[in-house]
């Protein structure tokens, strides 16, 4: 069963329809700029911190050999004691190479994570794009459809008042009041 | 656009249309509009909270792996 349909102003109806279509480009292009963002983080993970530490981890290894050399030299020479700062220098450089393989494996591994937070992200921020693409299209589409048919309706009702005798009262007090279903 | 500015982004633009839709709800008042607005309005507060909440938890995953491999 329709209802009457009460608007007041049909003009606020017009003005709410472009709310709609900013509000449906905003958020689509709000919701897209996060995964964009992390898509450029991992990127930059991936071309520039993996191979960094993966180069750290040669460059420290070979540090470590050489300060692994001086000691054995040392060990190795007439005092068969090597110098407290040779041992020093060998833990460092062992130290150095171990950081640089844990770096090396939370980057990889931070990567993975940040692959999969990107996914959650998608997943989550679903609906709202569903609103912002699908139902502002509809809602815009519906709203012209309401728009179209209280124009037809208030057209109608000039056009009936016209034909009458001028001094016959109007039927509607209000245009746009009516039942337009 | 940043991860950070995003979410205030979305806000603002839920915000502007419930402002519009308040204006234009104060003229049009019949089952249609009810209708309407549950068609189309009454679902956006959710799923924007739920927007906001998967890019703050972005964000920290963002932060978090640059810490990872600085």
Known sequence: ?181 | MSLSSSKGVLTDAVKSLRVSWQRCNTTWLDHNAEQFERDFLSRIDPAARQACDAMDHLRSACDEARRACE
């Open chain 1, 1 to 181: 069963m329709s209802s009457p349909a009460r608007v007041s102003d049909i003009q606020a109806l017009s003005a709410f329809r472009p709310s709609l279509i900013r509000f449906s480009e905003d958020v689509q292009r709000t919701l897209t700029s996060p995964g964009s963002d992390a898509g450029r983080v991992i990127s930059w993970m991936q071309r520039e911190r993996l191979p960094y530490w993966k180069r750290e981890i040669r460059v420290r290894s070979e540090e470590a050999v050489r300060a692994n050399t001086k000691l054995v030299q040392q060990t190795s020479s007439e005092s068969p004691r090597p110098s407290v700062d040779a041992r020093k220098d060998y833990e460092l450089a062992k130290r150095r190479v171990r950081e640089a393989e844990e770096k090396y494996e939370k980057t990889r591994q931070s990567i993975l994570k940040l692959e999969k937070a990107v996914k959650r992200y998608r997943g989550a921020v679903q609906p709202m794009a569903s609103i912002a693409r699908s139902d502002m299209s509809e809602a815009v589409a519906r709203l012209d459809g309401y728009i179209a048919a209280l124009d037809a309706y208030i057209s109608a009702g000039q056009s009936h008042a016209s034909a009458k005798p001028k001094d016959q009262p109007e039927e509607h007090e209000e245009s746009g009041k009516g039942n337009i279903e």
